[in-house]
């Protein structure tokens, strides 16, 4: 399995970003995504999960305002839609999918085997 994210940068606050993360090596709509992030010194933080159909999907509490997540089977990619960035989310933020294929929304990192590069985001007051 492929993880390959992409669509970080350097952005301003109160800008919105989309990532991508395109999925290959196995049927991308038969398992639950999500997104984590590692800001600098810190450990790795959960952001958004969405099970294999895309209809059901957690954010977490903190980030539930801004953050969104969603998927396209058709075209094996998932995303993550970050808007009025602000500083305290610049950080890599990885894509990573698990290992059952079912219609779960897995918000425990220890379900996610297979993991992208990670792309940085870094966002300027």
């Known amino acids: 399995v492929q993880l390959q994210a992409s669509g970080g940068g350097l952005v301003q606050a109160g800008d919105s970003l989309r990532l991508s993360c395109a999925a290959a090596?196995?049927?991308?709509?038969?398992?639950?995504m999500a997104w984590f992030r590692r800001a600098p010194g810190k450990d790795r933080e959960f952001v958004a999960a969405?099970?294999?159909?895309?209809?059901?999907?957690y954010v977490a509490r903190s980030l539930e305002d801004r953050f969104m997540i969603s998927r396209d089977n058709s075209k094996n990619t998932l995303y993550l839609r970050i808007n009025n960035l602000k500083p305290e989310d610049t950080a890599t933020y990885y894509c990573a999918t698990v290992s059952s294929a079912d219609g779960t929304v897995y918000v425990n990192v220890r379900h996610y085997i297979y993991w992208g590069q990670g792309t940085q985001v870094t966002v300027s007051s």
């Open positions: 090596g196995r049927t991308f709509g038969n398992y639950g």
């Open positions: 969405i099970n294999s159909r895309g209809r059901d999907m």
